[in-house]
C-alpha cells in the first residue's frame, strides 16, 4: 500500500507532510519507482542494474553496538564488535529522525527474519531508495497477508544513504555508520548504499537473540539430498560454499544463513545474494539465469549503456558485484526454506598453503576446533611471479557478524553435533600438488565426488589414516579418485618442502587458537594440529 500521512503509526516515526510513504510494496512498484527516480537501470532481460557508489561492500569499522546494561556482559567487544554509548546512539537517533523527516519519498517493508515461526523476529525496515526496499523485499522472508495483519515490529531499521554522521557529535569514527541498539532495538544505517548492510544487520540480530533460545545461528550455506539428508556447508569467500551447495540433484535450502533448532534447519532469508564476478551459464547455469529474469536485482555489475547487455567478467565498478534475487528462482529450492535436521556438516576451506587433504573426517571436538578457527587462505595476488599465501582465520565462518563471544557458538555446535550424531568433514577446495604459485587448485570433479561419498556415506567404508599434522582422519583410497590426490605429501614434488609448509601452517593454526584456549574443554584444546611438533 501507499500513505500519504506524516502521521502514520509506524513506531513512532514522523514524517514530512508532504512525504509519499510507500508500504510493503511488491517487485513491479519497486522497480518503477527506481527508474523513474534514476536509482537504476534495466538489463536486458529485465533485472534492475544499480551502483553503490563509493561502497561496494561492507564497512565493518563503521559498525557498532551500543554498550549499556543489557550488553555489557553480554557482546564480545573488541575490534569487531566496537562500542558507542547510549547517549551517542541517542544523538544520532534523533539526527536520523530529524534526516527522515526531510525526505519526500519513504519506502517501508514489514519482513521477516528466519523462516521457522518458532524463531524468527519482525523486522520493520525503512529506507530512502526504492531499490533498496526492493533488495529487503527480495532478501528477507515475506509474510503472507494475514501474518502482515498482524505484523508487530521486533526490531526497526532505518537506512538513510544521504545521511552523513559526525564522528566528533555521534561517536564513530566517520560519515558512515551502522549502530544497533539491543535495548531500543534499532539499527541505523547511514552515509552507504551498500544493500548488505540490511541483511547482514537482521544476521547479527539472530546472532545475538537466538543462542540463549538454543538455537545455533549460522553463516552457511544447506541443502537436502533424496533420503532426507540435510547437509550444512561452512566457508568463507571463495571457498565453493554457494557452489557446491548448488547441486540439481540435492534440494537448496539456502545460501547464506541459517538456523539450527530442535526440529529443523531453517534459512534466515527468502532470496539469494550471490557474487557475480566471472559467473559463467556453463558453470552455475540456474545462478546465471537469475541475471536475466525480472525482480533480481544487479549491484556493481557492468552493462552496455545501449544494448544493456551484461559483462560478468568486468570487474571495473567492483570486484565485489552482486545479484539479489528471490530463492524460488532457483528451480530446487526448498519450498518452505526449511529442512530436517543434519546428518553432514562440512566446513569449506581453500588451502593455499597445499597442506590439507581434500577431504578429512572430524570427531565433533575437532569439529569445534575448526569451527572456532575459521580458516581458509587467500593468494597476494594473480599477477606473474606471486607465491605466497596468505592465511586468514575468522572464527565461526563469520566473525563480523558474531557478536557473543565464539565459545558461544562453538559449544552449541559441538551440543547440537553430538546429539545428532552429525558426521562432520573438512574440505579443501584450495591448492594440491604444492603452494599457490607451484601447486593447482584442486579439481571440482575430485571434490564433487568426494564430497557425494560423505554425504551418502559409502566414504565410511574406506580404510582411514590420522593425519600426522592435524590429527584428523584421512581416507586412504576412494574409487576412481587418484590415491596420491587424497595424500596431499605425495603431490609435492619435494616431501621435505611439504613438511616445512605444513609446520607452518600447523604454527599459524596454534598462534591463532591461543585466544580460545581458556574457553574451550580440555577435548577441544586436545584438537590443537601438532601437538606433538610443539607440545
Not at 537504476?40 to 561492507?58: S, Y
Not at 555489557?72 to 527522515?100: C, K, Y
Not at 587424497?486 to 607452518?504: E, F, H, L, N, Q
Not at 593454526?509 to 584444546?525: A, G, L, M, T
Request: proline share 6%.
Amino acid at each position: 500500500m501507499t500513505m500519504n500521512s506524516a502521521r502514520a503509526p509506524l513506531n513512532g516515526l514522523v514524517f514530512g507532510a508532504q512525504a509519499r510513504v510507500h508500504a510493503n510494496q511488491a517487485a513491479p512498484f519497486l522497480v518503477e519507482e527506481a527508474l523513474s527516480r534514476h536509482e537504476g537501470r534495466l538489463a536486458a532481460g529485465g533485472a534492475l542494474v544499480v551502483k553503490t557508489g563509493t561502497h561496494t561492500g561492507r564497512s565493518p569499522r563503521d559498525k557498532f553496538t551500543v554498550r549499556d546494561e543489557q550488553t555489557e556482559g553480554t557482546i564480545w567487544w573488541g575490534t569487531v564488535n566496537q562500542p558507542m554509548s547510549p547517549n551517542a546512539f541517542a544523538v544520532l537517533e534523533n539526527d536520523f529522525r530529524i534526516h527522515l523527516a526531510g525526505l519526500d519519498q519513504v519506502y517501508i517493508q514489514d519482513m521477516f527474519g528466519g523462516s521457522q515461526p518458532d524463531h524468527r523476529i519482525q523486522v520493520r525496515v525503512v529506507t530512502e531508495l526504492a531499490w533498496h526496499s526492493l533488495f529487503v523485499h527480495t532478501l528477507l522472508v515475506r509474510p503472507t497477508v494475514d501474518e502482515r495483519a498482524a505484523f508487530d515490529p521486533d526490531y526497526t531499521i532505518i537506512d538513510l544513504p544521504s545521511f552523513r554522521a559526525d564522528p566528533t557529535r555521534h561517536g564513530c569514527r566517520s560519515e558512515t555508520v551502522v549502530a544497533i541498539d539491543f535495548t531500543r532495538k534499532m539499527v541505523l544505517i547511514g552515509g552507504t548504499a551498500y544493500a548488505g548492510e540490511m541483511k547482514k544487520a537482521v544476521f547479527s540480530i539472530l546472532n545475538y537473540v537466538l543462542p540463549p533460545r538454543g538455537v545455533m545461528p549460522m553463516h552457511c550455506s544447506a541443502n537436502i539430498g533424496a533420503r532426507g539428508d540435510t547437509a550444512i556447508f561452512f566457508g568463507l569467500s571463495g571457498t565453493g560454499k554457494t557452489t557446491l551447495s548448488a547441486d540439481a540433484s540435492r534440494t537448496l535450502i539456502g545460501d547464506d544463513e541459517h538456523g539450527w533448532s530442535d526440529t529443523a534447519v531453517f534459512n534466515f532469508e527468502g532470496g539469494c545474494y550471490a557474487k557475480m564476478i566471472g559467473l559463467s551459464a556453463e558453470a552455475e547455469p540456474e545462478i546465471f539465469a537469475t541475471t536475466r529474469r525480472f525482480g533480481t536485482v544487479l549491484e556493481n555489475v557492468v552493462m552496455d549503456p545501449a544494448t544493456r547487455a551484461l559483462d560478468l567478467d568486468d570487474p571495473s565498478l567492483a570486484e565485489n558485484s552482486r545479484a539479489a534475487y528471490p530463492i524460488d528462482f532457483i528451480a530446487n529450492a526448498s519450498a518452505d526454506n526449511m529442512g530436517p535436521l543434519p546428518r553432514h556438516l562440512v566446513m569449506l576451506t581453500a588451502d593455499a598453503f597445499g597442506v590439507l587433504p581434500p577431504i578429512a573426517r572430524l570427531t565433533p571436538a575437532q569439529a569445534m576446533y575448526h569451527f572456532l578457527s575459521g580458516y581458509t587462505a587467500k593468494v597476494a595476488g594473480t599477477e606473474v611471479g606471486v607465491t605466497e599465501p596468505e592465511a586468514t582465520f575468522s572464527t565461526c565462518f563469520g566473525a563480523p557478524f558474531m557478536l557473543r563471544h565464539p565459545s558461544v557458538y562453538g559449544n552449541l555446535l559441538k551440543e547440537r553435533i553430538a546429539r545428532g550424531g552429525v558426521a562432520c568433514w573438512l574440505v579443501n577446495t584450495g591448492w594440491t600438488g604444492g603452494a599457490y604459485g607451484t601447486g593447482h587448485r584442486m579439481p571440482i570433479k575430485v571434490t564433487r565426488a568426494l564430497l557425494n561419498a560423505a554425504l551418502d556415506d559409502t566414504l565410511n567404508a574406506a580404510a582411514f589414516r590420522t593425519d600426522a599434522n592435524f590429527g584428523f582422519q584421512v581416507p586412504l583410497a576412494v574409487p576412481g579418485i587418484d590415491p596420491m590426490i587424497v595424500d596431499p605429501r605425495s603431490t609435492w614434488a619435494d616431501p621435505i618442502a611439504y613438511d616445512a609448509m605444513a609446520r607452518r601452517l600447523v604454527k599459524l593454526f596454534i598462534d591463532n587458537f591461543s585466544q580460545f584456549e581458556d574457553s574451550v574443554e580440555p577435548s577441544v584444546r586436545d584438537a590443537t594440529p601438532g601437538m606433538r611438533l610443539y607440545g
